[in-house]
T-cell receptor, first 114, second 113 residues
């Protein structure tokens, strides 16, 4: 069965510092992988996605993520965090065949210190 | 403007009183889905629909019903709400491709007393 683990419930970083949010998945093959951001009181917005090809994926707002098959990971990174990046971040997987279900992780809440 | 709309945005109801949360999209998307978001549990998929008259269960379908009679609408029905259905609900839509981006509505906060 598919599953997604985001081991960090909360992360606090200082503005300007680098950021890495962890995501590990369990799936029989390489799934489709997504990162979403949810700002307070808002719906979710797609940051980036991976489905094939280059394992380093660029997204919006200066985010990138790297797919590592050997580690079943899809970690999200940003070189320099801005105060406006404070939000909750969700990793998700989608099946490459069969079911059209999507599985989301439990989320990581990011706090940015001025 | 391309968007997914949900109504109502906030709802307080009592146990057992049937309710419907509407979802509508103006992007001609084939795929629509409902999720619930609970603290510490992230988003969990309730139901999804690949097209008109085609629906399938997500991971937490118990206590919910859906219908897809028109392409743009995908209402979520709680026939007999219970307090454990108190949650934040999101509707989403996307095109048919597996890698297509899901667009989320603003959410409906439901409280069942």
């Amino acid at each position: 069965a598919q599953s997604v683990t985001q081991p960090d419930i909360h992360i606090t970083v200082s503005e300007g510092a680098s950021l890495e949010l962890r995501c590990n998945y369990s799936y029989g093959a390489t799934p489709y992988l997504f990162w979403y951001v949810q700002s307070p009181g808002q719906g979710l917005q797609l940051l980036l996605k991976y489905f094939s090809g280059d394992t380093l994926v660029q997204g919006i707002k200066g985010f990138e993520a790297e797919f590592k098959r050997s580690q079943s990971s899809f970690n999200l990174r940003k070189p320099s965090v801005h105060w406006s990046d404070a939000a909750e971040y969700f990793c998700a997987v989608g099946a490459t065949s069969g079911t059209y279900k999507y599985i989301f992780g439990t989320g990581t809440r990011l706090k940015v210190l001025a | 403007e391309a968007q997914v709309t949900q109504n109502p945005r906030y709802l307080i109801t009592v146990t057992g009183k049937k309710l419907t949360v509407t979802c509508s999209q103006n992007m001609n998307h084939e795929y629509m889905s409902w999720y619930r978001q609970d603290p510490g549990l992230g988003l969990r998929q309730i139901y999804y629909s690949m097209n008109v008259e085609v629906t399938d269960k997500g991971d937490v379908p118990e206590g919910y019903k859906v219908s897809r009679k028109e392409k743009r609408n995908f209402p979520l029905i709680l026939e007999s709400p219970s307090p454990n259905q108190t949650s934040l609900y999101f509707c989403a839509s996307k095109s048919a491709g597996r890698t297509d981006t899901q667009y989320f509505g603003p959410g409906t906060r439901l409280t069942v007393l």
